[in-house]
């Protein structure tokens, strides 16, 4: 397969397929060097036609704490008393610029996430 840009659909099946073959290529080798090559076309032509859009900044957070096995209470001091706490993780406050530093600081939940706005919640129904 001839390295060039991916413009298509068909482009893209073909260097996902070459991608694959390549996967066990040896470090140093001229197929190393082709999968790399691919790989960076590859994901460029994903980044512009398969964007994926960066978590709601609650869910990131909400995520992080999961990942560290913590929960909520977690925050209390770094965003806040627990009455500010809640009211961030319900959306009923925006995070404040300091917020979103020691968010950063003390998480490393990476501060693009963090300022974009936070969806809006639906609210349940009683049933």
């Known amino acids: 397969m001839e390295i060039k840009p991916i413009r298509t659909e068909r482009d893209y099946e073909r260097a996902l397929r070459e991608v694959e073959r390549l996967m066990d290529a040896k470090p140093g080798t001229a197929e190393e060097d082709r999968l790399d090559v691919l790989a960076t076309l590859v994901d460029a032509y994903e980044s512009e036609h398969f964007p994926i859009d960066p978590p709601d900044p609650i869910e990131a957070i909400r995520f992080r704490l ?8 977690a925050l209390v001091g770094v965003i806040g008393g627990r009455s500010r706490v809640y009211e961030v993780m319900q959306g009923k406050r925006a995070l404040s610029l300091e917020m ?24 349940r129904r009683a049933a």
Do not use: H, K, M, Y
């Open 66 to 73: 999961e990942q560290q096995g913590l929960d909520t209470s």
């Open 100 to 123: 979103i530093r020691r968010l950063n600081e003390r998480f490393g939940i990476p501060a693009e996430v963090l300022i974009r706005p936070v969806r809006a919640r639906r609210r």
